[in-house]
């Protein structure tokens, strides 16, 4: 039965929002959308009437123009079944975005931007990928927004609290946890209204919203401890692709007018730093740092305290100061949301360092998604600091979606070409493909085999393309053979591989991207047999082994925020690792990474050798 919910319908509008698939007020010759968002905005010509759609083969070698996939919960069009076993897409009409694809077929139908205008042959024409991923609730509901995202922190908040003082002597957070209950009425902000895609160095300081102070905040010292670690140590990592360092830069300034996101910047820096602290055993209460008041703006911290204990604290004052703050109507449209769903994700994710499950992270992650689509936020939006969000939520949720064996949330489609992309622009695009290639790995594979044959034979061919037109600052630098810094498995044996330098940092961590996106592809695209196929695809995998596991262990990648990205993808080479050899040394490159970025969890290395193990 069809559900009741057909979601938007594209058959109005201009082509922009027929395309991005949202209500379009039909305003020319330019829409409140496509102004409010910086697109093109261009309306369809006049038709003498819809064309008769027709099924066809979509073959390996063909062309393919722009689809929309179905909103979830849409009905498919009824359509005559087709006698080839393979991936079908429906002709378009009279304009893209109006076609329709039987649900019951694998959509992973790559097609250009250009609305087939540019008929150049593959890999010419700048592969993008359709969206209609598997089953994951109602993330992709355009319902959650702000409010929902908040009381999902604040469920999961008021849980933590229950369960550390349900097991321990005395309460270890002193304060009422009805101060967690966000208020219900809204408030008018004073502020003008909100231009999300304006640069943010035009606008930051015209007005003073209610929800920023007039002044800068002053730190503590205690305070200031934690602020300089994030800036030094946390800022890197969620930069390393971004060449202004907007979180290393902008963020802590955008902290010091706003007290949640200060209290989020802080709490991120302290469970950072904890990381780098031996476990201990629970303190003693008697012992307990001094409660503090969650909505204070400096709390009551000592240098003795667990950074941990003072990490949770800063971050339950974030919850409380979200409690008051969602009701303006301006905050929810903000910079400083942004930015603090950004610091809530990340906090959940050194927070998952002790081995638990990464429950708590997936669902913030989740929430970040919902604050970003609501702003309609992605990798391309003008504002700098938006696309810097962006990009560190997709490399968060990217190595999440991999551990859990789910599709990546990222419902975004480029609308740049490759060819037209910098050099910076270029290493956040293989990020992109990264999240389409572990979306790739988590849909089922029975059914339409050949159709997800296909779609990984586009995908790979869209990973060369990429690979095929960078710049020569994306090569290794050329030196000499030499051995490689860590140990071998053995004193007998020799390092298998050799040290390799790739400089920027960025250009190195976007290798190892292409390369960890290649592994997942090579490993769950289904063989069509064959010896020659098998060795290729060996030979494919040995090669990427080789050059994620040389940039992991020169000399230049011993830096927190290339360790980060090495040990993702040297992990997802690990799942490859054939010899007992090769797994000694593997295993110790990854104990090396994680010596250097003190995450994740080392447990990882025990399923690890464990996956190793029931191979043998």
């Known amino acids: 039965m069809p559900s009741k919910s057909r979601g938007l319908r594209t058959s109005t509008g201009c082509l922009t929002c027929r395309k991005r698939r949202v209500k379009c007020d039909e305003t020319r010759p330019r829409c409140q959308n ?28 063909e062309n393919t123009t722009t689809l929309s996939s179905p909103s ?8 005559e079944p087709v006698p080839v076993p393979t991936l079908t897409q429906t002709e378009p009409t009279e304009q893209p975005g109006s076609a329709e694809i039987p649900s019951s077929f694998q959509q992973w139908i790559p097609f250009p931007i250009d609305d087939g205008e540019n008929q150049a042959p593959l890999p010419e024409n700048g592969l993008l990928f359709n969206d209609s991923l598997p089953s994951f609730g109602n993330v992709y509901s355009p319902a959650p927004g702000p409010f929902e995202w908040y009381d999902l922190l604040a469920e999961d908040a008021l849980s933590n609290i229950q369960m550390h003082n349900a097991s321990s002597r005395e309460h270890r957070w002193n304060f009422d946890k009805f101060s967690l209950s966000r208020k219900q009425t809204p408030r008018h902000s004073p502020s003008l209204e909100p231009q999300p895609n304006l640069d943010i160095n035009e606008t930051r300081h015209s ?35 971004d060449p202004d360092r907007h979180f ?104 998952a360092y002790g081995g638990s499950d ?14 970003q689509r609501n702003q309609d936020n992605n990798g391309e939006s003008v504002d700098g600091l938006r696309r810097a969000v962006w990009w560190a939520w997709l490399r968060q949720d990217i190595w999440a979606a991999f551990r859990e064996g789910r599709p990546a949330m990222t419902i975004f489609q480029p609308m740049k070409m490759l060819t037209e992309l910098s050099e910076s622009q270029l290493a956040t695009r293989v990020v992109f493909l990264a999240a389409k290639c572990v979306q790739y790995a988590a849909t089922p594979k ?31 630098i050329p030196v000499a053979s030499q051995f490689s810094l860590l140990p071998a498995a053995s004193p007998e044996t020799p390092s298998q591989f050799q040290p390799i330098w790739i400089h920027p940092p960025s250009h190195a961590a976007a290798i190892q991207t292409y390369h960890f996106a290649r592994i997942l592809i090579l490993l769950n695209q ?68 994680l010596n250097v970025c003190k995450f994740p969890a080392k447990t990882m290395l025990n399923d690890l050798i464990g996956l190793w193990s029931s191979a043998r």
Not at 72 to 79: D, K, L, Q
Not at 358 to 371: D, E, M, V, Y
Not at 449 to 462: K, P, Q, V
């Open 446 to 476: 029975d059914g339409d085999i050949a159709g997800y044959i296909d779609a990984g034979e586009r995908l790979m061919r869209t990973l060369e393309y990429w690979r095929q037109i960078l710049p020569p600052s994306f090569d290794p």
């Open 248 to 351: 290393a830069t902008v963020v802590p300034h955008l902290a010091l007018r706003n007290v949640g996101l200060l209290k989020s910047l802080l709490a991120v820096g302290a469970c950072h730093m904890a990381l780098d602290l031996p476990q201990q055993p629970e303190a003693d209460p008697s012992n307990a740092m001094p409660p503090s008041t969650p909505a204070s703006t400096h709390s009551n911290l000592t240098m003795t305290s667990d950074p941990s204990r003072i990490g949770e604290q800063y971050y339950y004052e974030t919850l409380h100061y979200l409690s008051q703050t969602l009701l303006y109507p301006s905050y929810t449209s903000s910079h400083e949301i942004l930015a603090t769903a950004i610091m809530i994700s990340t906090y959940e994710m050194f927070g």
């Open 358 to 371: 990464n429950g708590n992270w997936n669902r913030h992650l989740k929430g970040a998604f919902w604050i």
């Open 207 to 241: 007005v003073v919203e209610p929800w920023n102070t007039a002044t800068r905040i002053e730190l503590s010292q205690e305070e200031l401890v934690y602020f300089e670690h994030y800036v030094s140590a946390v800022g890197p990592i969620l930069d390393i692709f």
């Open 34 to 61: 496509c102004i409010r968002v910086d697109r093109a905005c261009a309306y369809p010509q006049a038709d003498a009437g819809p064309a008769p759609r027709r099924l066809r083969t979509l073959s390996v070698h």
């Open 526 to 593: 289904p063989s069509t047999g064959g010896l020659a196929n098998y060795q290729t695809r060996g030979k494919m995998l040995r090669d990427s082994m080789s050059t994620v596991c040389g940039i992991a262990v020169s000399q230049q990648s011993q830096n927190e925020p290339s360790a980060f990205v090495n040990f993702q993808a040297v992990y997802a080479a690990a799942l490859c690792a054939e010899t007992q050899d090769k797994q000694a040394e593997v295993l110790g490159i990854l104990e090396k990474a």
């Open 72 to 79: 979830p919960g849409s009905a498919p069009t009824p359509v």
